[in-house]
């Protein structure tokens, strides 16, 4: 636990603990909330949105049937 805690950068366990008593619903919140927050903070790259969207590139398609 203390592992996750300093991982994280809690200053305290307590903080941690919260995580594990969260219901699902609480979950997919923070989840939610979690990934709004990300998505102001960082700046979009054209490299990693194309990484991103392998599932649409024909030549990585092909490469990977060709497995």
Known sequence: MT?????L???SINSTMIYLK????KRKEV???YMDYMQ???EEDEKINNFIDWENDQ??????DSL
């Open 22 to 25: 969260l219901d699902q619903s």
């Open 9 to 11: 950068g809690h200053e």
């Open 40 to 42: 102001t903070v960082i």
């Open 31 to 33: 989840q939610k909330n």
């Open 59 to 64: 030549e990585v398609l092909e490469w990977l």
């Open 3 to 7: 592992d996750i805690k300093n991982h």
